[in-house]
Nanobody
Framework: QLQLVESGGGLVQPGGSLRLSCVVS????????IGWFRQAPGKENEGVSC????????YYADSVKGRFTISRDNAKNTVYLQMNSLKPEDTGVYYC????????????????WGQGTQVTVSS
């Protein structure tokens, strides 16, 4: 059974950085497209980033482009989201998800989800 566990969230000041990790178990990560989403209070779930199986193409939402970087280490069954120059509007619960689509329109249609990790950007 595929399971995803996120970690790395926390409280950070504006302009700071965090690296989120998503450990995927039960399957071989190289066979799966992975996406990162976030849910802010009072807002809809937003597809932040996603990467294809071979990690040679990625999507980024306009709101994070140039600040966030997605990467994957298939040997460790782990996907990362490096978040730099964080802003208060980046605050939310961040989820990784597997077995969906990753296109120029963003990530969608994911079947498996992690439990989420809280990111709070505040001074």
């Amino acid at each position: 059974q595929l399971q995803l566990v996120e970690s790395g969230g926390g409280l950070v000041q504006p302009g700071g950085s965090l690296r989120l990790s998503c450990v995927v178990s039960g399957v071989n990560l190289e066979n799966y497209v992975i996406g990162w989403f976030r849910q802010a209070p009072g807002k809809e779930n937003e597809g932040v980033s996603c990467t294809n199986n071979s990690d040679d193409w990625a999507y980024y939402a306009d709101s994070v482009k140039g600040r966030f970087t997605i990467s994957r280490d298939n040997a460790k069954n782990t996907v990362y989201l490096q978040m730099n120059s964080l802003k208060p509007e980046d605050t939310g619960v961040y989820y990784c998800a597997a077995e969906g689509l990753c296109s120029a329109l963003g990530p969608w249609g994911y079947k498996y989800w992690g439990q989420g990790t809280q990111v709070t950007v505040s001074s």
